[in-house]
């Protein structure tokens, strides 16, 4: 690399020097050589006759202002300086692209036979030279001009308002979005597809049209995608009251791309692994993920769109909002306590470890070098547990009200995650000015709490200390405003009533200090205390409970979560037990009881199926490795294994009772046949440990009328390295090889088995006809999986994972540094291991920074990560 790449901070935001009111594209599309036209209109803002454009990879054919050759401009790395300018102008751009050649995936590209674009965050600049930042909002029209039999398709922004043929077999289609937005929003699509259409009438009559674009023959696959939509556009009038704003809404499945979806203007881009379903090709968790991301795009067209960001530092006022919305929608739609649960798995597993990575960094960052490399757990999970940490301390009433007075201050403009707190505060009432510290300081607190009754006064005693531990850019910590959700039980189940000083309070408790002690007055009788319920905030809860204390829980708590969160906590102490017993040469211990109260779970017919599911899993191996330093990989893996089989043992004839119970005669996809299918899965992925699993497993992959349970089975066959594997996985892929996205199922059973030579058959994965590093969902399915979930074989003593992680990174690198920048991640993670593997592991960091080509994104992470 010629000169390193330099940071931005967010201390640095200054506002543009011109703005540009309108922009008028034209695209004469072409594999090699696009010609981009660009006529913007142009406003002066501050004194500068000069104007700074953003643009890379780009060719310059010609420079106009006010329809005359302009030669006072200069072209350097990355931008176009025009100067000599007048106050108000037209400036007239043309530049040629290459689409087909654009394997990073950003900007225009091709992705199988169609051209998409992808301009969030700064990939407009790969279309023309332009003031590529949120905070300029331009109405935009675009015409798209391409060969018709080709691309009968042409699409971008806004409606349609002209379309008609030209020589040489091509069309030409125009369209105009009357909403004024940032670049990163443009889109434009061209190619051939099927079209799923559908309408929706919304809550003030418009009729809005919905089309659904998909790879041709796969239109059985797009129902789902469409239900979803109509779902998602009905609960944003219900709970937010707020409406559609265009008369058409497109969404369009392409193989190639880097994230799961994009929310351009009225032309939604989606990874078709979030668009296409069926029973024969889709499992029930890829259902609820088509929901959920169909959901989240659709919400940012008012959280995102109709208010943007200001700057890239405050991604988080679009993002940490809209995952909120789409989790609210999901939970509104399905089980509520499900939904809770799988989020908190997700920012106490990989989340927690990104706060304790080189990559830590607060919801709203403080300096990037790629912006792409901020798209985060952090940004998103924690920035959504913020957004619901002002829902738990408002109310829904008062966050509704904030949420209005937030669009009526910023509606149509770009805005600041202070403006969205001032809004929630001025709404409510309610003083936020402790609580923005979550918006600047990283890492994950610790809550300690430490309860004591006094048997004479009938009063008991919370002590709670928090501290946040010192993450690598932040050394300084200082106290949050923490809600800390909790309840009293009496031994006979019943609740007490929280009083302090005789007063009656909630149940919400707003620790703000560094050290504070409640006091509860009239408690008759020794507590069990239920803490950090529906986890009201995303911290490390230490509390000493007992066995006894946690099974009471599982039975007593008056919410799923609490209940769900006792199991857990229960299972996490058996495990810290026994990775400590093994490294110390003692037997492993499981006591009796605990396996009887998930029992008791297990037979509980008031339970949901799908609640029962989630107590009986386990944590994962990541989520268990965060409990640890130095991480002893073998160990957990071990442990995991001996508990998961002690139950499969203990429970065996409930388990084997419960999985013929539950057995569904047809297939329907509702959210009660989903949970009856994950809880028998379940037992299977037990059942399948003991005496009969292979039979039972085999049994169930030729019977299996749908996905799911095809690949329930497949996954316990790999998980319990079953006798029937080979077969299983022999069938699945002479049935679907030609299927990529089907096939990603399979390639991320093989990334993440467990025999001992997974990584020669990883690869010789890579070999298989359907795998490309070009792909990156294929990318992820294989090598995401080995080098995430494949902890024993990533992480082999003689550095071979480390190796072949290293050798495709480098060649990522090359290719696209968005997909090496998400996978080299556990690389990042060195200091959380032995000595041995941290040697293996830095030299592979080692080899990436002394490369000559080595792309920003990946310089920032293995430059902080060698830093620390
Ligand atoms: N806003 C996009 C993410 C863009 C990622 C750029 N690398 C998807 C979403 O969050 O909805
Ligand atoms: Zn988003």
Redesign the pocket.
């Known amino acids: 690399m010629s000169q390193n790449p330099q940071a931005k901070y967010r201390k640095d935001y200054q506002s543009p020097s011109h703005t540009i009111t309108q922009i008028d594209l034209t695209f004469d599309l072409h594999d090699k050589n696009t010609v981009v036209t660009a006529i913007s209109k142009v406003k002066q803002l501050k004194e500068s006759t000069t104007l700074d454009l953003d643009g890379e990879q780009l060719k310059l054919l010609s420079v106009k202002v006010d329809g005359k050759e302009w030669d006072k401009f200069e072209e350097a790395e990355g931008k176009l300086s025009i100067s000599e300018l007048p106050e108000e102008f037209e400036l007239q751009i043309e530049t040629e692209i290459n689409p087909e050649d654009n394997t990073a995936l950003?900007g225009l590209y091709k992705s199988g036979g169609a051209y998409c674009t992808?301009c969030?965050?700064e990939?407009f600049r790969r279309i023309t030279y332009y003031l590529d930042r949120p905070d300029v909002l331009a109405v935009f029209s675009s015409t798209v001009i391409a060969d018709k039999s080709e691309y009968p398709f042409l699409l971008s922004n806004g409606n349609r308002v002209d379309e008609g043929d030209l020589d040489n077999g091509r069309h030409f289609v125009k369209w105009q979005d009357p909403h004024p937005k940032p670049a990163?929003l443009f889109a434009l699509v061209a190619g051939d597809f099927d079209v799923l259409k559908d309408k929706y009438v919304t809550k003030s009559g418009r009729e809005v049209a919905l089309e659904i674009f998909v790879d041709k023959g796969n239109l059985n696959r797009a129902n789902h995608a469409m239900v979803s939509l109509i779902n998602s556009m009905k609960w944003d009038e219900e709970r937010f009251g707020l409406e559609y704003d265009l008369d058409i809404y497109m969404i369009v499945a392409v193989d190639f791309f880097?994230?799961?979806?994009?929310?351009n203007k009225g032309l939604n881009v989606f990874n078709s692994k979030f668009v296409l379903a069926n029973e024969e090709t889709a499992t029930d968790t890829d259902y609820l993920g088509i929901e959920a991301?169909i959901g989240?795009?659709y919400f940012?067209n008012w959280t995102?769109n109709r208010v943007t960001c200001r700057d890239w530092f405050q991604l988080s006022l679009?993002?940490g909002l809209?995952?909120f919305r789409d989790q609210e929608f999901s939970s509104d739609l399905g089980s509520r306590a499900v939904n809770r649960i799988n989020n908190v798995r997700i920012i106490r597993g990989p989340q927690f470890a990104e706060d304790a990575s080189p990559m830590s960094h607060p919801i709203r960052p403080d300096k990037v070098i790629e912006?792409?490399n901020f798209?985060t757990l952090t940004v998103?999970e924690k920035g959504s547990e913020v957004i619901r940490m002002m829902h738990t301390l408002l109310g829904e009433e008062n966050f509704q009200k904030g949420m209005k007075l937030y669009f009526e201050r910023h509606d149509g403009t770009a805005a600041t995650c202070d403006d969205f707190v001032a809004a929630m505060q001025d709404a409510s009432g309610i003083d936020l000015t402790l609580f923005k510290r979550w918006y600047s300081q990283s890492g994950t607190p610790t809550l300690k709490v430490v309860g004591e009754y006094n048997e004479s006064d009938k009063t008991f005693a919370l002590k709670v200390e928090q501290a946040t531990p010192p993450t690598q850019e932040q050394v300084e910590k200082l106290p949050l405003h923490i809600p800390l959700d909790i309840e009293l039980y009496a031994a006979d189940g019943t609740i007490i009533e929280l009083q302090c000083n005789g007063e009656k309070v909630g149940n919400v408790l707003d620790i703000k200090e560094e050290n504070k002690t409640y006091i509860f007055v009239n408690v008759s009788e020794k507590p069990v205390v239920s803490l950090l319920r529906e986890f009201s905030a995303p911290v490390k809860l230490e509390y000493d409970y007992s066995d006894q204390e946690l099974m009471f829980l599982m039975v007593h708590a008056q919410n799923d979560f609490a209940r769900w969160d006792a199991s857990q906590i229960l299972l996490a102490k058996y495990i810290k037990l026994n990775v400590s017993n093994l490294q110390s040469g003692k037997p492993f211990e499981f006591s009796d009881d605990v396996q009887d109260a998930f029992r008791g779970v297990l037979l509980n017919d008031k339970l949901e199926p799908a609640f029962v599911a989630e107590v009986l899993s386990l944590p994962g191996a990541n989520e268990v490795a965060g409990w640890f330093k130095p991480v002893d990989v073998d160990a957990i893996d071990s442990v995991l294994h001996n508990i998961k089989q002690a139950i499969a043992q203990s429970l065996a004839d409930e388990l084997a009772a419960s999985y013929a119970v539950l057995a569904q005669k047809d297939y329907s996809i509702n959210h009660d046949a989903i949970g009856k299918r994950a809880l028998r899965n379940r037992c299977l992925s037990y059942l399948a440990c003991l005496e009969h699993g292979n039979e039972l497993v085999h049994a169930q992959y030729k019977t299996a009328n749908n996905m799911t349970d095809t690949m329930a089975a497949m996954s316990s066959a790999n998980q319990a390295k079953l006798a029937c594997r080979g077969e299983l996985m022999e069938d699945f892929s002479a049935k679907w090889e030609k299927d990529g996205l089907v096939m990603d199922k399979w390639f991320a059973l093989q990334g993440t088995s467990p025999v001992d030579n997974a990584l020669d058959l990883v690869r010789e994965t890579m070999a298989h006809p359907t795998f490309s590093l070009k792909n990156p969902n294929r990318t992820r399915s294989l090598i995401g999986s080995f080098l995430n979930n494949n902890p024993v074989n990533f992480h082999a003593k003689d550095g071979s994972g480390y190796l072949f992680a290293g050798e495709i990174l480098k060649e990522l690198n090359d290719s696209n540094p968005?997909v090496a920048s998400r996978l080299i991640d556990p690389l990042l993670k060195f200091k959380n291991y032995d000595e041995q593997r941290q040697v293996l592991m830095k030299a592979e960091l080692e080899k990436l920074a002394s490369m000559e080509n080595l792309a920003k994104d990946l310089y920032e992470k293995v430059t902080k990560a060698l830093e620390s």
């Open positions: 950003e992808q969030e965050a990939g990163y880097n994230m799961g979806a994009m929310e991301v989240h795009e940012h995102g679009k993002e809209t995952v912006m792409n798209y998103y968005q």
